[in-house]
């Protein structure tokens, strides 16, 4: 019997278009070896998919409902593939069409493509996941079950909230005006990311070493969080490429939030997410000054339990109407965020996949209309990957804006000291 999409992974299906593909992708750079083969890759995972039943699963619909159905046939020569590229830019340029190539709706929602080798001997995978079929943390369960290697450590919990911990309605709707207050009474100024978008992406990336990340906020007053650290990071790096280009106007972002349960099936729950917004703080030209007033901001916030409160009134808005999609609207405006942010926990301990350790894990998501860069990150069990994704038509020069990031690192890292 078919299964029908939870209502926030159909929206997902839904805002798919010409211009906007519905996956993510993680990127996994492979330290020198000898050359991973197709075939066996292949195999390899055709004999762990069943431990992710979507990865089998085609979205058909069933009398004007869109519902999992099992797939009459599953491809691996399709869904297995490999693609040529002899160094980094290259590399870079591969990912960024897969960004741009939507998957077969035909097929089961997923791709990974084996890349190289580099001139150096290293190799990646890229592997694409429709937002419908998982969200990042569930994401990171696919990678586990299908793509490393077995290895003892556990996974992040898929579930990062006691299912006996949730608040009461009434108490949900007894913050309510506190909540509006702080995430969408505070609107920015026109974004410079506020652009119409056509198909194309162009990616770029920046390790932050996660142990130091870790350090820098630990040795703040209030101890920020490594998510605290990585806002900073892209805030700082916002301000130099604006103040390059003469400005710095207030800008918010959008930061994901999980509420995911524990216990909740990893392969099978799908989008359990919420978002607060942030001020990224650009008028403070110090950057440690910046990561505490970003860091009190997110404290403010778990506080407040803005992001399940956010979910409650968009479910309940969900079901008025035309007053639901004007909230949405409202919500989605880039003066009320400029840019999304995301950050999920990676594999813990070092990885590998066919023999090969797992160096480097980057992730990349959908930039979208009026939204023209998209920032999201992943840790692995030695660095935090961040990626940028953008329209290169609306947003040039993408590795200039990776570089400032890097340089906002920096400056995190010597003024702790």
Same mark, same amino acid.
């Given at each position: 019997?078919?299964?029908?999409? @939870?209502?926030?992974?159909?929206?997902?299906?839904?805002?798919? @278009?010409?211009?906007?593909?519905?996956?993510?992708?993680?990127?996994?750079?492979?330290?020198?070896?000898?050359?991973?083969?197709?075939?066996?890759?292949?195999?390899?995972?055709?004999?762990?998919?069943?431990?992710?039943?979507?990865?089998?699963?085609?979205?058909?619909?069933?009398?004007?409902?869109? @519902?999992?159905?099992?797939?009459? #046939?599953?491809?691996?020569?399709?869904?297995?593939?490999?693609?040529? *590229?002899?160094?980094?830019?290259?590399?870079?340029?591969?990912?960024?069409?897969?960004?741009?190539?939507?998957?077969?709706?035909?097929?089961?929602?997923?791709?990974?493509?084996?890349?190289?080798?580099?001139?150096?001997?290293?190799?990646?995978?890229? $592997?694409?996941?429709?937002?419908?079929?998982? #969200?990042?943390?569930?994401?990171?369960?696919?990678?586990?079950?299908?793509?490393?290697?077995?290895?003892?450590?556990? %996974?992040? !919990? $898929?579930?990062?909230? !006691?299912?006996?911990?949730?608040?009461?309605?009434?108490?949900?709707?007894?913050?309510?005006?506190?909540?509006?207050?702080?995430?969408?009474?505070?609107?920015?100024?026109?974004?410079?990311? #506020?652009?119409?978008?056509?198909?194309?992406?162009?990616? =770029?990336?920046?390790?932050?070493?996660?142990?130091?990340?870790?350090?820098?906020?630990?040795?703040?007053?209030?101890? =920020?969080?490594?998510?605290?650290?990585?806002?900073?990071?892209?805030?700082?790096?916002?301000?130099?490429?604006?103040?390059?280009?003469?400005?710095?106007?207030?800008?918010?972002?959008?930061?994901?939030?999980?509420?995911?349960?524990?216990?909740?099936?990893?392969?099978?729950?799908?989008?359990?997410?919420?978002?607060?917004?942030?001020?990224?703080?650009?008028?403070?030209?110090?950057?440690?000054?910046?990561?505490?007033?970003?860091?009190?901001?997110?404290?403010?916030?778990?506080?407040?339990?803005?992001?399940?409160?956010?979910?409650?009134?968009?479910?309940?808005?969900?079901?008025?109407?035309? $007053?639901?999609?004007?909230?949405?609207?409202? =919500? !989605?405006?880039?003066?009320?965020?400029?840019? *999304?942010?995301?950050?999920?926990?990676?594999?813990?301990? *070092?990885?590998?996949? %066919?023999?090969?350790?797992?160096?480097?894990?980057?992730?990349?998501?959908?930039?979208?209309?009026?939204?023209?860069?998209? +920032?999201?990150?992943?840790?692995?069990?030695?660095?935090?990957?961040?990626?940028?994704? +953008?329209?290169?038509?609306?947003?040039?020069?993408?590795?200039?804006?990776?570089?400032? *990031?890097?340089?906002?690192?920096? =400056?995190?890292?010597?003024?702790?000291?």
């Amino acid at each position: 019997m078919n299964e029908p999409l @939870s209502a926030a992974d159909a929206r997902i299906l839904a805002l798919e @278009s010409d211009v906007v593909r519905g996956h993510a992708l993680k990127l996994l750079v492979l330290d020198p070896g000898d050359a991973l083969d197709l075939d066996a890759l292949r195999a390899s995972v055709a004999e762990r998919l069943p431990a992710f039943p979507r990865g089998r699963q085609v979205v058909v619909d069933d009398r004007g409902v869109p @519902s999992w159905a099992d797939a009459d #046939d599953l491809d691996l020569a399709h869904h297995v593939r490999q693609r040529a *590229a002899a160094d980094p830019i290259e590399l870079r340029e591969v990912v960024g069409r897969l960004m741009s190539e939507p998957l077969d709706r035909s097929r089961p929602l997923w791709s990974i493509d084996l890349i190289g080798p580099l001139a150096d001997g290293r190799e990646a995978l890229a $592997v694409r996941l429709h937002h419908a079929v998982a #969200d990042g943390l569930t994401a990171v369960r696919f990678l586990e079950s299908i793509v490393f290697e077995p290895h003892d450590a556990p %996974a992040h !919990d $898929v579930g990062v909230r !006691d299912p006996e911990a949730r608040p009461t309605r009434w108490s949900e709707w007894e913050r309510m005006p506190q909540t509006l207050a702080r995430e969408l009474g505070h609107p920015g100024s026109r974004s410079p990311f #506020d652009r119409p978008i056509t198909a194309r992406r162009a990616l =770029a990336f920046v390790d932050v070493p996660l142990a130091e990340a870790r350090a820098v906020g630990a040795s703040r007053a209030d101890h =920020a969080t490594v998510n605290d650290v990585l806002l900073a990071v892209i805030g700082g790096a916002l301000r130099r490429r604006l103040l390059h280009h003469g400005h710095t106007p207030r800008l918010n972002a959008q930061v994901p939030v999980s509420l995911h349960e524990r216990g909740e099936d990893a392969a099978a729950s799908g989008n359990r997410d919420s978002f607060i917004d942030l001020d990224l703080h650009l008028h403070e030209p110090d950057d440690l000054r910046r990561l505490d007033l970003l860091s009190a901001q997110t404290r403010e916030r778990k506080r407040g339990h803005d992001a399940r409160s956010l979910d409650e009134l968009f479910h309940a808005l969900a079901a008025a109407g035309p $007053v639901g999609v004007f909230a949405r609207g409202l =919500a !989605d405006d880039p003066r009320e965020f400029a840019l *999304a942010i995301s950050n999920v926990p990676g594999p813990r301990v *070092a990885v590998a996949v %066919a023999g090969r350790r797992v160096a480097h894990v980057y992730t990349s998501s959908e930039p979208g209309p009026r939204h023209a860069l998209r +920032v999201a990150a992943i840790s692995n069990d030695q660095w935090l990957g961040v990626g940028f994704c +953008v329209d290169p038509l609306a947003v040039p020069d993408v590795e200039l804006l990776a570089d400032a *990031a890097h340089d906002a690192w920096e =400056a995190l890292r010597a003024g702790s000291a």
